[in-house]
């Protein structure tokens, strides 16, 4: 097990990143200006789109006209007989005018939602190279599950506000305000009428599907709870099995189960509610102006062909009265969404190159640490390691051994500068690793960690990671230096075996060896081993030792292990506690100075029995 102390949460980190369902109202504003001109990136599909949805609304709004002069014409011919070539003329202008409008909505929904797409795939990339280039502090203080919720659910919200609010917003304002228009001039007391039920059915949708957005949230938080019961229990299934716990996780899951479903009813019931109420004042405002129109029809005010116009445009009005209600929603999503996946964005680069930095230049390879000392954030004035300095060279093996907590594993995450120490220096001949690229320091310094993580891919893409287009005999070299090419020559499939989700197919210590392979692929000027052959027997772990002699010739080699048999050979060892450095020297010389380094050879090589009773005596 690694020693990394646990860093603690800074509540009062501004740089910390938190998912919250809430955001300042100026953020929000800031979020939705920020995405309306990332849109306008795509200035030729915007234009379309919205050429498109006016042309769209031109040809719906001349529906009510049509077929209200139908309507008058078919009363006409009734009377008196007329040629009915004219009827066949407005028909086939409706026909027109449907076709024409199903073809610019079609082409409005098409050039929309290519928008959004396109800025979904440039957000997407963008998280997704933030993430890569965030440091360890900070994933050390975030949890994984917000950041592939806001690179899926957030980036959703974000990716439909073109199609869904901006787009809607131009349909809607034209649809109604030139729709009105036309009623209220042709007649102002049916017109109101006819629009009466607009006003009480935008607050109903808007109120409703508000609402639902909230309780969808929650729900998303419900089923977060219940995926994550699901996937410790399949995680944990045998110590599920072992203990005869199954009834227990069923229960649990049943309860987070019923609290999903209970809230699935109540967003049911507030969707029914409310669509019911707008569809019964829908009817009312129809049923009164049949009713005031019918009388004016009666007394010659108006035709029967506009009393039809009027109620075909609400019939035409009522579906995208509806959608006000999807539009406050998808300004309100966007809002907050945005905010959140901008915070993430704009987030400040705790490690990043300086300005005018270079590659790092090996030529001695010489690794040097000058009162090197590091804090993690909320630590307060606790220091993980502290005035830590030493020098290696080109073929020199430095061991570093201490109880765990002892801030080795810290140490050692320094050198790669997965963190940046808050006081001294690390230099790589002369270079301060701070004032070279980031990229050339991960290339010159490789850490072997005992956590190995594997790709879901073979076992030759997973040793190629580093160097994918690398030759097949260099695969098979550091395997065997790994002490892992006699195992994969005994696989069905050699060197293209699948190894499986996290190298679950494969032991602890093969997936070590894999892990090492893999890393001598890089061939860096620093070589890191953090407890890497934990789970490798002592037998193997002697002969990867013997096969790496020649390896680390050519580079400064540092072993951090709590088995004293893996470090032994060390040219020099570092016996740390308490983040210090209080013992260093040879294997030799530290057995002769009887201290620390001593007490714990002895526990781990001399057999437990002498040591026991050399305990008592000193008592």
Known sequence: MTDQTAPARDAADPRQFRRTN???????????????????????????????????VSMQLSIPLILGRAVDATQAMAGDGADTRALVLIALTLLVASVLRGLFTLVQNYTAESVGHALARDLR????????????????????????TVGMLDLEGVRMYFSTALVRTVL?????????????????????????????????????????????????????????????????????????????????????????LDLSHQRVDVRVRNTSMMTLAFFIAMGLVLLVGG????????????????????????????????????YARASTTGARLFALLDMPMEIDDAPGAKPLEITEGTLTLENV?????????????????????????????????????????????????T??????????????????????????????FLFTTSIENNIAYAEPYTQDRRIRGVAESAQLHDYVLGLPRKYD?????????LSGGQRQRLSIARTLMTEPA?????????????????????????????????????????????????????????????HEELLALGGRYTALHDLQMRPEGDVLDEMETTR
């Open 22 to 56: 809430s955001v300042d109202r100026k953020q929000g504003l800031g979020a939705i200006a920020r995405i309306t001109r990332m849109c306008l990136k795509y200035p030729g599909r915007v234009a379309l789109a919205m050429l498109a949805t006016v042309a769209a």
């Open 125 to 148: 990339n963008a998280i997704y190279d933030k993430i890569q280039r965030l440091p360890f502090s900070f994933h050390d203080r975030t949890h994984s599950g917000d950041l592939i």
């Open 172 to 260: 809607l304002a034209l649809l109604i305000g030139i729709g009105a228009f036309m009623l209220i001039s042709t007649d102002v007391v049916l017109g109101l009428l006819a629009l009466s039920f607009v006003p009480f059915a935008a607050w109903r949708s808007s109120v409703m599907q508000l609402t639902l957005r909230r309780t969808w949230l929650v729900l998303q938080e419900k089923l977060g709870v219940l995926s994550q019961v699901m996937e410790e229990n399949l995680a944990g299934i045998r110590v599920v099995r072992a203990f005869a716990a199954a009834d227990h996780e069923m229960a649990k899951f049943d309860r987070a189960s019923k609290t999903a």
């Open 295 to 330: 009388r004016q029809v009666a007394s010659g005010d108006i035709t029967v062909g506009t009393l039809a116009t009027f109620l075909t445009f609400m019939t035409i009005l009522q579906m995208p009265v509806r959608q006000l209600g999807l539009m406050v929603n998808a």
């Open 373 to 421: 000392g590091f804090a993690y954030a909320g630590s307060g004035d606790r220091r993980a390691v502290s005035g830590i300095s030493f020098s290696a060279r080109k073929g020199e093996t430095v061991g570093i051994v201490g109880a765990p907590g002892s801030g080795k594993t810290t140490l050692m995450h320094l050198l790669p500068r997965f963190y940046d120490p």
């Open 423 to 452: 006081e001294g220096s690390i230099r790589i001949d002369g270079q301060d690793l701070r004032d070279v690229t980031l990229s050339s320091v991960r290339q010159s310094v490789a850490v072997v960690q005992q956590d190995s």
């Open 497 to 505: 075996t699948i190894v499986g989700e996290r190298g679950v197919s």
């Open 526 to 586: 620093v070589l890191i081993f953090d407890d890497s052959t934990a789970a490798i027997d002592a037998g193997t772990e002697s002969r990867i030792r013997a096969a790496m002699k020649d390896y680390s010739k050519d580079r400064v080699t540092l072993i951090v292990a709590h088995r004293l048999a893996s470090l032994m050979h060390a040219d020099r060892i570092l016996f740390l506690e308490d983040g210090k450095v209080v013992e260093q020297g040879t």
